[in-house]
């Protein structure tokens, strides 16, 4: 064949596949699970909650954080607003995205609306001189029920192990009802159980 010819007919092809390829191209709209990947891909945490169940009514959310070291509680609920919404079809849920700071400090950034947001900052300290925690999910309830606090995700430090004689935090991937007995909240010396309180308004 001659050299010519064939270069034409190399080119054309590869003209027309780029044609189509081009023709088959379509915007599509980012979606919140989209960002999440992102975030996470990054480094950072996001868990996402599914409020749907609340749609159309309106409800008082008071972000919480529960803090236990070295067997005491402690309520930090007390550094946030509440927060009152009007849920609807649009924003049938909430994200709490997790990220670190530095070696022992991480952000908690409660997301209910695209303009209504609120962050704390939590710090960790050394067990045996090095800073290490874990996040840990708890099984979602079917619905978030009224005037009582709900556990949504677990950050704890690493912990002592005597018997092994290292610092370590292995435990369940998943925190149920009886997570007081667990591993994590027998021997972490610092958690912080972050969740949320929410009544009718």
Same mark, same amino acid.
């Given at each position: 064949?001659?050299?010519?010819?064939?270069?034409?007919?190399?080119?054309?092809?590869?003209?027309?596949? &780029? $044609?189509?390829?081009?023709?088959?191209?379509?915007?599509?709209?980012?979606?919140?699970? $989209?960002?999440?990947?992102?975030?996470?891909?990054?480094?950072?945490?996001?868990?996402?909650? *599914?409020?749907? !169940? /609340?749609?159309?009514?309106?409800?008082?959310?008071?972000?919480?954080? /529960?803090?236990?070291?070295?067997?005491? @509680?402690?309520?930090?609920?007390?550094? #946030? *607003?509440?927060?009152?919404?009007?849920?609807?079809? %649009?924003?049938?849920? =909430?994200?709490?995205?997790?990220?670190?700071?530095? $070696?022992?400090?991480?952000? &908690?950034?409660?997301? #209910?609306?695209?303009?209504?947001?609120?962050?704390?900052?939590?710090? =960790?300290?050394?067990?045996?001189?090095?800073?290490?925690?874990?996040?840990?999910?708890?099984?979602?309830?079917?619905?978030?029920?009224?005037?009582?606090?709900?556990?949504?995700?677990?950050? !704890? %430090?690493?912990?002592?192990?005597?018997?092994?004689?290292?610092?370590?935090? &292995? $435990?369940? *991937?998943? #925190?149920?009802?009886?997570?007081?007995?667990?591993?994590? #909240?027998?021997?972490?010396?610092?958690?912080?159980?972050?969740? @949320?309180? &929410?009544?009718?308004?």
């Amino acid at each position: 064949m001659n050299i010519k010819l064939f270069t034409s007919l190399v080119f054309a092809t590869v003209m027309t596949v &780029c $044609d189509t390829q081009a023709q088959s191209i379509v915007t599509q709209d980012a979606t919140t699970e $989209d960002y999440i990947k992102l975030l996470n891909n990054a480094g950072y945490q996001v868990y996402s909650f *599914d409020i749907s !169940s /609340m749609e159309k009514d309106k409800y008082g959310f008071t972000p919480t954080i /529960m803090k236990y070291e070295n067997g005491k @509680v402690t309520n930090l609920h007390q550094i #946030f *607003d509440e927060i009152g919404f009007v849920f609807t079809n %649009s924003e049938p849920k =909430f994200t709490i995205n997790i990220s670190p700071i530095n $070696d022992h400090e991480i952000n &908690c950034h409660y997301q #209910f609306k695209k303009n209504n947001s609120i962050d704390t900052k939590l710090k =960790f300290k050394k067990v045996k001189g090095r800073y290490g925690f874990v996040r840990i999910p708890f099984v979602i309830p079917d619905e978030f029920k009224t005037d009582e606090f709900i556990p949504l995700v677990a950050i !704890s %430090s690493y912990w002592y192990d005597k018997k092994e004689k290292i610092v370590r935090n &292995c $435990d369940v *991937d998943e #925190f149920d009802t009886d997570y007081l007995n667990t591993a994590t #909240f027998k021997y972490s010396p610092l958690i912080y159980v972050i969740g @949320v309180k &929410c009544r009718k308004m």
